[in-house]
């Protein structure tokens, strides 16, 4: 019996595509076929690097070539309409697209019906669900091993415009530090708690008028549970992005981040959980170990025709709360 490669193609060669497209290259019955860039000189060192794949500068150009999934990692504002050409074009019906899914809830909803139809398989990079602190986070919740979840403080941090001086206006209007680095948080709280209905919210522009670069929100679930989203580009000591969520529990505390996990229970149990104790390996290892399995779990599920999580429905909620919290801010 021949078993068929899976043909996959990548649109967009910044640094996630050239990520995905690396680790792709190295997970078996996966063949990578075909690269999309509109940049010239992008496609030009494409050419040198990879010789035997398809170098095209259009998403049409896509439909001339065999394919069972496309991978869209180009600017979040134009997933909707490179996603929405690989289904028109009947490109491919198996979709991977980094988050977030689209520009806003309206054009999230779009794909979500696209995607439908197609009857593929689709799934969005929030890549964070697949590291092993917040793995292991999610099975003590579903365990109840701490009780039922009081309180949560949902963080998003980052350096990158700490004591930064100057004009930041042209930052594009789509783009801000929730839909940017606050998405993670938001889609970790939504797969840890389920829905969530924004309550309160504010924006700041600390650096420069008009760029939204701290956020807060109040929210609450649909079992009563509250919860804070507490989200900044302007945090010092934090060079590297961290995101993380402390949960308050009848029976404890859980604090997690992309680092470790602290178990603190009533009873007077501490528990310490860093990354290389929950046996954070992968077969090829490039961005971190969550990259891969992300990609492999994606691959195994169009092999499998099985459901991938997030797909573009739960990841539409992202989007979603994401215009609630911009319009409560307003």
Not at 12 to 32: D, Q, R, Y
Request: glycine share 8%; with cysteine; aromatic share 10%.
């Amino acid at each position: 019996m021949i078993v068929k490669n899976l043909k996959v193609a990548v649109v967009g060669m910044g640094k996630m595509g050239m990520l995905h497209a690396s680790i792709l290259n190295t997970i078996p019955g996966v063949e990578l076929v075909a690269l999309c860039d509109k940049n010239f000189l992008i496609r030009r060192f494409l050419r040198k690097v990879f010789k035997e794949i398809a170098i095209v500068n259009s998403v049409k150009k896509l439909s001339k070539i065999d394919l069972d999934a496309v991978y869209v990692t180009t600017p979040v504002s134009s997933h909707y309409s490179v996603a929405k050409a690989i289904y028109s074009e009947n490109i491919a019906s198996n979709l991977f697209v980094e988050k977030t899914l689209a520009s806003n809830f309206g054009e999230a909803k779009e794909l979500c019906e696209l995607a439908r139809d197609s009857g593929g398989v689709n799934m969005v990079g929030y890549m964070r669900r697949f590291a092993v602190t917040f793995q292991k986070a999610k099975n003590l919740l579903d365990k109840k091993a701490v009780g039922e979840p009081v309180l949560f403080k949902a963080y998003a941090f980052s350096s990158d415009f700490y004591g930064v001086e100057g004009n930041l206006d042209g930052q594009p209007s789509n783009v801000g530090v929730v839909r940017d680095l606050g998405c993670h948080a938001i889609d970790l709280a939504l797969w840890f708690f389920g829905d969530l209905e924004i309550e309160e919210a504010k924006i700041k522009s600390i650096v420069s008028n008009g760029v939204e670069d701290s956020a807060y929100a109040e929210v609450m679930a649909t079992n009563g549970l509250r919860g804070e989203f507490d989200i900044s580009w302007c945090i010092d000591k934090h060079r590297i992005p961290e995101v993380g969520v402390t949960i308050e529990c009848s029976e404890g505390t859980i604090n997690v981040n992309d680092d470790k996990l602290e178990l603190n229970l009533k009873s007077g149990r501490y528990y310490r959980w860093f990354r290389h104790d929950l046996r954070d390996t992968v077969a090829f290892w490039l961005g971190g170990p969550e990259f891969f399995r992300e990609d492999d779990y994606f691959v195994k599920s169009v092999i499998g025709n099985h459901v991938a999580e997030p797909s573009f429905y739960t990841s539409a909620k992202v989007d979603r709360i994401i215009d609630e919290i911009r319009a409560k801010a307003d």
